[in-house]
């Protein structure tokens, strides 16, 4: 499987290498459009060793690594001449990055670093492709001078030799073992024994060790996080993505698949024209499109922030770094749960390896944990929103993503209850302030009460994390709401192609109020009949959707080989596919099988022995 990945993925990356030549040279605005060709992902269902190299080891060159490191190292990287990943997380640590316990000695005798991982939990371990296929790695380390602490830093650091790629003296490496899925990463760990790099092996670029050992402090400490939230923008854009092929595959298979006549009497019609199973598909295929428009809205937006941060200016990081944070949580937990809906909507044969739907759950699911893990990223948010809290009071202005926060904390209280998607929207946003409101109000009552920030955060996780959650609800809805009501080319549409976007918005803000109904009517009075009132305004976008379900779908133009799903087959021939599929599984090349002669008879026989004995 490793060597079948590492084929695909080279083929992948000189696929790359020609889009990078065509667009500009390891410019972000490429990896959406590469993953808009899903061959990268198809063809490499184990998961690409080589990503990790592509989205954060060439990334960290350029980003973190001063031009003339880029010249030495980083060309050579982004011409795949030497292929390298990011090796952050240890045994013992993920997210606490301040309890790293790698670490980076300076020698001012020889202008060397000498870097160790002095205990077995030091070990770098997870890192993509660092088991088998990197030959370099970014190796993150607490750095000392004078065995003082300076914080985190970057090395380049060569493992194995770039010609018999046999792991070099000092070097300990190797695979760390199965996982649930992305059997072709080849995640490896990584030992280091007083292993010696150059002083300009550490990426300078934002911090610098002089060569008589002096320290120059990176301005802002939070820009080495920077190839982190770049990771989390792709995640929103490729777990969009796995949910897209999986509300296909659902969608194709739920309008072949007939079963339960919905009539007396009456044939089986198409599973899809059950009402609850139009709950379950429809909503995930309009949560991808959701999610694919706020994945390219945040993709603009770190291109932007990039840019901004090549000129020193990191005045957007923080922005940039809590809508990352937001969408790859939610696009991960919705897209994780999705799938698993969808795969359920396929009955038996969704269980089934030849439907596929196993494998987009298992590429998917991690995405949850990597890259930051979700609860530890909504706290984050959550510490960020409580910030923004205290500007609000202070009645300073918040941040372009933030604004409606002080809009509706200016709000005495909700106006009158139309159930317009102004409304809808409205309303969510509304509970969101009320929930930042109470967690600040329990936050900022434990600080008072002497308790430590990081004491405090703790005490108040469950409601910063609430606060986060529908900040990125209402950042999401918001960003769908202005694409189909508000946006600039919406004359460009056909009024038949606008009415279909406006039932997906309709089915997207009704779903969320119900998803939010409790978080909603703690601040929101509503009556039972307006809300009895959005039930039968579901129930009916659902059948004005049904029509349109399989055009959606194919307009995500994932192509069979893509899919590779029997259950979601352009042309329809489920049974025929699945049936070929069995056929080929390697216990129907004979029709009695090995076991039973050395098994089963045997067993078969001495029970049918002992049964005579005890009639006796
Ligand atoms: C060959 C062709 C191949 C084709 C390639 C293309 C393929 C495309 C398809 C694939 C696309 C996508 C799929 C992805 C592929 C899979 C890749 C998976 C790789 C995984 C890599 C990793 O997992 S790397 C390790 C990730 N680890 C983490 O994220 C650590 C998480 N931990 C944290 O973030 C910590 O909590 C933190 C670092 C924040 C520690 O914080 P702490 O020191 O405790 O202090 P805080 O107070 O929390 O924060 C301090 C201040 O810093 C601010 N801040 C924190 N983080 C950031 C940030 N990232 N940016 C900016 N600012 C940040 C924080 O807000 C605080 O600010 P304040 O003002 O001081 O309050
Ligand atoms: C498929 C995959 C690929 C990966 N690729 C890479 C890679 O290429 N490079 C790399 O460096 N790493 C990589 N990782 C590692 C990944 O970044 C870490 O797994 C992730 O950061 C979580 O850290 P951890 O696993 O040590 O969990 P921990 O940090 O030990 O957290 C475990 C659990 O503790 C809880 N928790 C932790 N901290 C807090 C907190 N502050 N507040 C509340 N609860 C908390 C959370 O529930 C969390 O799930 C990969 C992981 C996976 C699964």
Redesign the pocket.
């Known amino acids: 499987m490793a060597s079948m990945s590492v084929k695909h993925a080279i083929a992948a990356a000189k696929k790359l290498r020609s889009l990078q030549e065509r667009f500009n040279p390891g410019g972000s605005d490429i990896y959406p459009a590469l993953m808009g060709d899903e061959a990268i992902t198809a063809l490499i269902p184990s ?1 690409n060793p080589l990503s ?1 190299h592509i989205l ?1 080891f060439t990334r960290a060159l350029r980003e973190q690594g001063t031009d003339e490191q880029y010249e030495k190292f980083g060309r050579r990287a982004d011409n795949n001449e030497i292929i390298g ?6 045994l ?5 990055l301040r309890g790293l316990e790698a670490r980076a000695d300076y020698d001012r005798g020889t202008e060397e670093f000498v870097l160790n991982t002095p205990k077995l939990s030091s070990y ?7 088991g088998q296929t990197c030959n370099y790695c970014i190796f ?1 380390a607490q750095l000392y001078i004078d065995n003082e602490a300076k914080g985190m830093a970057m090395f380049v650091v060569q493992i194995r030799d770039e010609e018999t790629h046999m792991p070099l003296p000092g070097v300990h490496v190797g695979e760390i073992g199965k ?1 649930m899925g ?1 059997n072709g ?1 080849n ?1 490896g760990f990584l030992g280091l024994k007083d292993y010696r790099v150059p002083r300009l092996n550490m990426l300078m670029r934002h911090q610098q060790v002089l060569p008589d050992g002096r320290f120059v402090k990176s301005p802002v400490s939070q820009v080495s996080y920077f190839p982190m939230v770049f990771v989390r923008c792709m995640v929103a854009r490729q777990n969009s993505n796995y949910l897209a092929q999986a509300a296909t595959i659902a969608t194709r298979y739920s309008v072949i698949r007939r079963q339960s006549p919905i009539e007396e009497g009456q044939p089986e019609p198409k599973i899809l024209e059950h009402l609850t199973q139009q709950m379950k598909v429809i909503p995930e295929i309009v949560t991808a499109v959701v999610y694919r428009l706020a994945a390219a809205n945040l993709q603009n937006m770190y291109n932007e922030t990039a840019e901004a941060v090549y000129r020193k200016d990191f005045s957007r990081l923080p922005e940039l770094h809590a809508l990352a944070c937001i969408l790859k949580v939610a696009t991960s937990y919705d897209s994780t749960y999705g799938i698993e809906r969808l795969r359920q909507a396929c009955g038996g044969h969704g269980y089934l390896t030849a439907g596929n739907l196993g494998n987009i759950f298992a590429m998917a699911a ?1 995405a949850c ?8 990223l909504y ?1 984050q948010v959550g510490k960020i929103l409580m910030k923004n809290w205290s500007q609000v009071l202070a009645g300073r202005e918040l941040m372009p993503s933030m604004a409606y926060i002080s809009e509706c904390s200016k709000m005495t209280s909700f106006p009158q209850w139309t159930g317009s998607w102004e409304c809808l929207l409205k309303a969510i946003q509304y509970a969101c302030v009320g929930s930042i409101r109470l967690a600040f109000q329990s936050y900022n009552a434990r600080v008072q009460s002497a308790q430590s920030q990081t004491a405090a955060v ?1 005490y108040s ?1 469950l409601e910063l994390t609430k606060a986060a959650e529908l900040h990125g609800r209402s950042y999401v809805a918001g960003n769908f709401y202005q694409q189909i009501v508000n946006s600039p080319n919406k004359h460009q549409r056909s009024p038949q192609f606008q009415k279909v976007l406006e039932n997906m918005l309709e089915l997207h803000l009704i779903q969320i109020f119900f998803r939010h109904l409790g978080d909603i009517l703690r601040f929101i009075r509503i009556t039972e009949d307006e809300i009895s009132a959005l039930q039968r305004r579901l129930e009916e976008v659902l059948k004005e959707l049904r029509p349109d379900a399989v055009a959606i779908t194919d307009a995500f133009d994932f192509n069979d080989k893509i899919l590779s799903s029997a259950l979601g087959c352009y042309d329809g021939n489920v049974y025929e596919r699945l049936f070929e599929a069995a056929l080929k599984h390697p216990l129907n090349r004979k029709s009695v099988p090995d076991f039973f002669e050395a098994h089963l008879k045997p067993f078969m026989k001495e029970n049918a022995d002992n049964a005579k004995k005890s009639k006796l």
């Open positions: 998961g990790v954060m990943t990011f090796a952050q997380t240890e013992g640590h993920g997210t606490y770098k371990w997870w890192p993509g492709g660092l993150v996982k992305l990463v995640n991690p944990t990597y890259e930051g893990e979700n609860s530890v706290l703790n996780g």
